[in-house]
């Protein structure tokens, strides 16, 4: 399984960003994507996931902000961020796990693409 992260950039306070996760297909009947992001000094923290029954997990801290979503081959996922924030400065990475079960574990995600940096000024 192989998973491409795009998007990332330089962005004002208060912007977007549209992130996408292309994922080689899947040998499972059923999966689950997440997003991921790691600042600086930090521990790796789900962001938003999404499996392919379309169930959804968002943090609290990107609630109401960030939306995760899936093109209908099932194998693009994306991430749009708006209004975001400095905190939301991160490397992200998206992830891929067999099954239904919306996790936010980075431990549960067996599969891994390279990151994209995100940077947010003020």
């Known amino acids: 399984v192989q998973l491409q992260a795009s998007g990332g950039g330089l962005v004002q306070a208060g912007g977007s960003l549209r992130l996408s996760c292309a994922a080689s297909?899947?040998?499972?009947?059923?999966?689950?994507i997440g997003w991921f992001r790691q600042a600086p000094g930090k521990e790796r923290e789900g962001v938003a996931c999404i499996s392919s029954t379309e169930g959804t997990y968002y943090a609290d801290s990107v609630k109401g902000r960030f939306t995760i979503s899936r093109d209908n081959n099932g194998n693009t996922v994306h991430l749009q961020m708006s209004n975001l924030k400095k905190e939301d400065t991160a490397v992200y990475y998206c992830?891929?796990?067999?099954?239904?079960?919306?996790?936010?574990?980075?431990?549960?995600?067996?599969?891994w693409g390279h990151g994209t940096l995100v940077t947010v000024s003020s």
């Open positions: 992830a891929a796990r067999e099954g239904l079960i919306v996790v936010s574990q980075r431990y549960m995600y067996p599969y």
């Open positions: 297909p899947f040998p499972f009947d059923y999966d689950t």
